[in-house]
C-alpha cells in the first residue's frame, strides 16, 4: 500500500481570494475617503493691465418656439429655415455647448420638428423638450 494516493483533479483545493478582495475593498474605500479631502490651492496670477479676456463661447444652445412658425434661438429671432444652420454654427464653436428646445404655448408640431432636427443635426440623439407654462 502506498503511503500518497493520487489526488484528482476536482478533489485538489484552491485558493480563497476572499480575504484579498475584503483588503481591496478596504484600501479602495480609503482611497476614496481620503483623496475626497485633499485641497489643492493654485498659485496667484496677476493678468498684465489692458489685457482683454474673450468671452466665453456659448455655453448653451436654447431652441424657443413662442407661436406658430417663431423661432428664437439665445434670444435671437429668426424664421424656421434659418434655425439649423445658425444651431450646427453655435455648435461648431462650441461643441461642449448643451442643447434644448422649448415650446411656447402657441407653437404647432411642425415648428417643433424644426426644433428637434436642428438638435439632431449637430449629433444628439435624444433632444430634450421642455413646455412652456
Known amino acids: 500500500m502506498s503511503r500518497f494516493q493520487a489526488v484528482p483533479y476536482d478533489d485538489q483545493s484552491e485558493i480563497n481570494l476572499s480575504p484579498m478582495l475584503d483588503v481591496v475593498f478596504i484600501m479602495l474605500i480609503f482611497f476614496i475617503v481620503v483623496a475626497s479631502f485633499v485641497r489643492e490651492d493654485g498659485l496667484p496670477i496677476t493678468l ?74 449637430i449629433g444628439l440623439a435624444v433632444v430634450p423638450v421642455m413646455r412652456e407654462e
Open 48 to 121: 498684465p493691465a489692458g489685457l482683454e479676456i474673450p468671452p466665453d463661447p456659448v455655453a448653451s444652445i436654447n431652441v424657443s418656439v413662442k407661436t406658430a412658425s417663431v423661432f428664437s434661438v439665445n434670444g435671437r429671432s429668426m424664421t424656421g429655415s434659418s434655425v439649423r444652420p445658425y444651431v450646427q454654427a453655435l455648435y461648431a464653436e462650441n461643441p461642449d455647448a448643451s442643447f434644448g428646445v422649448l415650446l411656447g404655448t402657441g407653437s404647432k408640431v411642425k415648428d417643433a420638428v424644426v426644433a428637434i432636427e436642428a438638435g439632431r443635426a
